[in-house]
């Protein structure tokens, strides 16, 4: 069964309303995300989350820039408990939460980012429930429909951050070209060195760039030992790193 909550350095998330838990590839993607905008000269001062579930994004976001985070979650009891660890948080002033389909909702003002962990599976088996379903799979929100919202509500100088399939990754990099969205930089990630890439995490611009930068991350050394590059990145986050 999976926990109830879940403990960060600074915030914690509770998930047990919530259709999908805290997973090790979401963290990853949150702080690789806060990461490489950090790097630029790229300043926030609005960010977006589509599909905002617990609230995860939100926070590590608002735990490394002082800008504005409004999230938006179509699922009620995702929704509700989202509000609850965001409210519960030292940035609750910076953070709001809207219960809305993001394809109807009207946003307040364009974003410097807009991050999404979305749904990943078209055509995959699905479970029985209907909230796992919306979640994972694209019943609720295909990815011509994220991409869509992103190009309307991004700024001109901004940034779209997506975590993939890595089977996924270049049917959808072909798609946000047709919306003018570009990636300037992909995050490969596998298990262990001797797995393959199970996820991408891409950091997209208006910005048509020849050849994006590449990375790699391998999560593990050993099953019950992460790696150096993980650690670095988890470390401002994961309670026992």
Excluded at 218 to 234: E, K
Aim: proline fraction near 5%; glycine fraction near 6%; include cysteine.
């Amino acid at each position: 069964m999976p926990n109830h909550y879940f403990q960060f350095k600074q915030f914690t998330i509770y998930q047990d309303r919530c259709a999908l838990k805290v997973s090790t590839d979401s963290c990853i993607f949150g702080a690789w995300v806060a990461k490489k905008v950090a790097a630029t000269e790229h300043h926030l001062n609005a960010c977006l989350d589509i599909g905002a579930g617990s609230g995860l994004l939100m926070l590590m976001l608002a735990q490394q820039f002082p800008g504005i985070v409004h999230g938006v979650e179509i699922d009620l009891g995702s929704y509700e408990q989202a509000t609850g660890n965001t409210k519960a948080s030292s940035w609750y002033n910076r953070l709001q939460l809207f219960h809305s389909d993001v394809k109807l909702f009207s946003v307040p003002h364009q974003y410097d980012l807009i991050i999404s962990n979305p749904p990943f599976f078209e055509g995959d088996l699905k479970s029985a429930s209907s909230r796992y379903n919306f979640a994972k799979h694209d019943d609720g929100l295909t990815l011509q429909d994220l991409l869509e919202v992103a190009e309307r509500n991004l700024s001109g100088k901004g940034m779209f951050a997506v975590l993939l399939p890595f089977h996924r990754s270049d049917y959808f990099e072909k798609l946000a070209a047709s919306y003018g969205l570009f990636p300037s930089h992909k995050l490969m990630i596998r298990q262990t060195i001797d797995h393959p890439y199970f996820r991408t995490a891409m950091l997209m611009t208006r910005k048509n760039i020849v050849a994006a930068a590449k990375e790699e991350l391998v999560i593990r050394r050993s099953p019950d030992q992460y790696t150096a590059p993980f650690i670095a990145l988890l470390k401002p986050y994961y309670l026992h790193l």
